[in-house]
């Protein structure tokens, strides 16, 4: 039973540019989160998908923006990167019913220089 | 609003000694409960969970961790550490009103002496 899988595992941008990330959830999950890890700190919440619509957000800018596919898999887009978006980007799966567990894919490493 | 604080940034064991990690939370109705443990580069693993009942829960690699409604805590133990604890472990609530959001503490990483 495959775990959260996120790719890609690494990335480097420059300010300004754009951002895809995305997650595939665990087997059976239908609800994906989004969090920020930045260096030394815990996870952020970013926002949560279900049912492919937005279903909560946290405290960030509209730069940030996801989507969610009929397949349940994830994107997380950034738009105008800066400096300070470079971060861990964790992804978690649950079932939006169920038993409230998240479990986290190993993350992507983003660097913006 | 959720919040989470975990008062140590970092803990120095010895090996085969016993390990406490503080947990203090804020948060109006019911919360659920978590530790989860990273690794180097690593994402997080789930160590346990406090959903409801029994109020100590036992969990993955010999960790068990306490809630106490009076006093918002839910603290980590592990009786004997070994040296593949070595890693940043990270409190969290959730709850059901919430929606699944969690919220987490900075964190505490323990590094264990041989």
């Known amino acids: 039973d495959a775990g959260v899988t996120q790719s890609p595992t690494h990335l480097i941008k420059t300010r300004g540019q754009q951002v895809t990330l995305r997650c595939s959830p665990k087997?059976?999950?239908?609800?994906v989160s989004w969090y920020q890890q930045a260096l030394g700190q815990g996870p952020q919440f970013i926002f949560q998908y279900y049912e492919e619509e937005e279903r909560q957000r946290g405290n960030f800018p509209d730069r940030f923006s996801g989507h969610q596919f009929p397949n349940y898999s994830s994107e997380l887009n950034v738009n105008a990167l800066l400096l300070g978006d470079s971060a861990l980007y964790l992804c978690?799966?649950?079932?939006?019913?169920?038993?409230?567990?998240?479990?986290f894919g190993p993350g992507t490493r983003l660097l913006v220089l | 609003a959720q919040s989470v604080t975990q008062p140590d940034i970092h803990i120095t064991v010895s090996e085969g000694a016993s390990l406490e990690l503080r947990c203090n939370y804020s948060y109006g109705a019911t919360p659920y409960l978590f530790w989860y443990v990273q690794s180097p580069g690593q994402g997080l693993q789930l160590l346990l969970k406090y959903f409801s009942g029994d109020t100590l829960v036992q969990g993955i690699k010999g960790f068990e961790a306490e809630f106490k409604r009076s006093q918002s805590s839910f603290n980590l133990r592990k009786p004997s550490v070994h040296w593949s604890d070595a890693a940043e472990y990270f409190c969290?609530?959730?709850?059901?009103?919430?929606?699944?959001?969690?919220?987490f503490g900075g964190g505490t990483r323990v590094l264990v002496k041989p």
């Open positions: 969290a609530v959730g709850s059901k009103a919430a929606g699944n959001k969690l919220t």
């Open positions: 978690a799966s649950s079932l939006f019913s169920g038993s409230e567990t998240q479990y």
């Open positions: 087997s059976g999950h239908d609800t």
